[in-house]
T-cell receptor, first 118, second 119 residues
Framework: GAGVSQSPRYKVAKRGQDVALRCDPI?????LFWYQQALGQGPEFLTYFQNEAQLDKSGLPSDRFFAERPEGSVSTLKIQRTQQEDSAVYLCASSQRFKGGASNYGYTFGSGTRLTVV | AQTVTQSQPEMSVQEAETVTLSCTYDTSENNYYLFWYKQPPSRQMILVIR??????QNATENRFSVNFQKAAKSFSLKISDSQLGDTAMYFC????????????????FGKGTKLSVKP
């Protein structure tokens, strides 16, 4: 596609519910990132994929967070047993270059999914 | 660990005037990249301007320019001839480039500055 597509745009979950957030990157983009943006804060890194390989998951806040990109294109971020502190905007970004090298090309961000846990 | 600080939570400017947004960062690296991103209410992060640390010349993109002071670790954004469409959150971001694991290649963002352009 022409841009990075994320769905759903909004998600309301009851505490304890599992959620799945989808990211559809630009076709052919090698790198895919997930960021978490709490209200009033800047985005914070969660995890990184190079094609289908998850090379960095150092930013995932707990083992309730899980991400996958099985075929090297679409990625899903799953949050199990959601808590109120998980409420945030989840941003996905992709790049045609690998991590670090992407700095010469920039990252293209999606519009995010706003997750509200009640 | 690298940190990015934006000390102005909110700024406002009259249409057609000039405004400067401040950003400071902390790193022990010598080679890195700095970015300004714009986030309108649509939430999509849009790249405004990029600066390579090894370049002494300040980056410019149309009405947007930066004042990069490497020794002071300062990276401010100047918006000239402000337009109503410039109203948005602006985030300063740092990247330590590299092809390997760890934090290299991750964008590290400040908390943002909310800019309002008034007619």
């Amino acid at each position: 596609g022409a841009g990075v597509s994320q769905s759903p745009r909004y998600k309301v979950a009851k505490r304890g519910q599992d959620v799945a957030l989808r990211c559809d990157p630009i076709s052919g983009h090698v790198s895919l990132f997930w960021y978490q943006q709490a209200l009033g804060q800047g985005p914070e890194f969660l995890t990184y994929f190079q094609n289908e390989a998850q090379l960095d998951k150092s930013g995932l806040p707990s083992d309730r967070f899980f991400a996958e990109r099985p075929e090297g294109s679409v990625s899903t971020l799953k949050i199990q047993r959601t808590q109120q502190e998980d409420s945030a905007v989840y941003l996905c970004a992709s790049s045609q270059r690998f991590k670090g090298g992407a700095s010469n090309y920039g990252y293209t961000f999606g519009s995010g999914t706003r997750l509200t846990v009640v | 660990a690298q940190t990015v600080t934006q000390s102005q939570p909110e700024m406002s400017v009259q249409e057609a005037e000039t405004v400067t947004l401040s950003c400071t960062y902390d790193t022990s690296e010598n080679n890195y990249y700095l970015f300004w991103y714009k986030q309108p209410p649509s939430r999509q992060m849009i790249l405004v301007i990029r600066q390579e640390a090894y370049k002494q010349q300040n980056a410019t993109e149309n009405r947007f320019s930066v004042n990069f002071q490497k020794a002071a670790k300062s990276f401010s954004l100047k918006i000239s001839d402000s337009q109503l469409g410039d109203t948005a959150m602006y985030f300063c971001a740092f990247m330590n480039p590299g092809d390997y694991g760890g934090s290299q290649g991750n964008l590290i963002f400040g908390k943002g500055t909310k800019l309002s352009v008034k007619p």
